[in-house]
């Protein structure tokens, strides 16, 4: 007949369970901690005149090409709830740096974030 190996009693392996649940809330807010570090230096401020109606950003953010996919993956209307420019460099022969690594969001499921890739023209 096998030997069955003690792990020990049900309070003993509540303490385990809780302090391992407790190391790993530790280890995500330390990682969500870095996040918002990175994420200082990786956006852009944009003018207040970008709420307007008119403005580039908003022509964009409610444009049917936008609006309409984000819609029909919602199943309803969305309600813009910011805009927010961000820069990452591109990744270099040694690979990938920062938030390039890794990714913690603490955004709902029920969003749509936008990305587009930006070059710069000379004149």
């Known amino acids: 007949m096998a030997k069955t190996k003690r792990r020990g009693t049900i309070e003993e392996l509540r303490a385990r369970t809780d302090a391992r649940r ?7 807010a330390a990682r969500y ?21 008119g403005s580039p950003f908003l022509r964009f953010a409610l444009s049917q090409d936008v609006v309409a996919p984000v819609a029909a993956y919602l199943g309803l209307v969305p309600i813009l709830f910011g805009i927010d420019v961000w820069y990452s460099p591109p990744a270099t022969e040694s690979g990938f740096r920062n938030a390039q690594l890794w990714h913690a ?9 936008g990305l587009g890739a930006l070059e710069r023209h000379r004149a």
């Open 22 to 28: 407790e190391a790993g809330h530790e280890r995500d």
């Open 33 to 53: 901690r870095l996040a918002a570090e990175l994420a200082d230096l990786a956006r852009f401020s944009i003018p207040e005149d970008a709420y307007e109606l």
């Open 105 to 113: 969001d603490g955004d709902d499921t029920a969003q749509g974030q």
